[in-house]
């Protein structure tokens, strides 16, 4: 049974940085897909960046481009997306999707598996 499990929200000051992790489990991951997608309070869930296990383009949302970078440990089955540069329109709930196909895509409905999320909360 495939599980993700996301850690690493919290409070930070606008400016300030954060780290979440994604931990996978129950698959060989290898041949899959991993989206990182956020809810923003009151508004619906958006996408953020994904990668392939397999190579090829890492896509992100052009509102986090040049301040989050998503990269990930094979051998732990981990994902992180540090976040960078910070802003209070970046407070969302933020969580991890496996999609079971090499392919990434930023629609969330092509995503099979989802963690339960973190919070991340951007102060002023």
């Known amino acids: 049974q495939v599980q993700l499990v996301e850690s690493g929200g919290g409070l930070v000051q606008a400016g300030g940085s954060l780290r979440l992790s994604c931990a996978a489990s129950g698959r060989p991951f290898s041949r899959y897909a991993l989206g990182w997608f956020r809810q923003p309070p009151g508004k619906a869930r958006e996408f953020v960046a994904a990668f392939s296990w397999s190579g090829g383009s890492t896509p992100y949302a052009d509102s986090v481009v040049g301040r989050f970078t998503i990269s990930r440990v094979n051998a732990k089955n981990t994902v992180y997306l540090q976040m960078n540069s910070l802003k209070t329109e970046d407070t969302a709930v933020y969580y991890c999707?496996?999609?079971?196909?090499?392919?990434?895509?930023?629609?969330?409905?092509?995503?099979?598996?989802w963690g339960q999320g973190t919070q991340v909360t951007v102060s002023s």
């Open positions: 999707a496996l999609r079971l196909t090499a392919d990434v895509t930023s629609t969330d409905s092509g995503y099979d598996y």
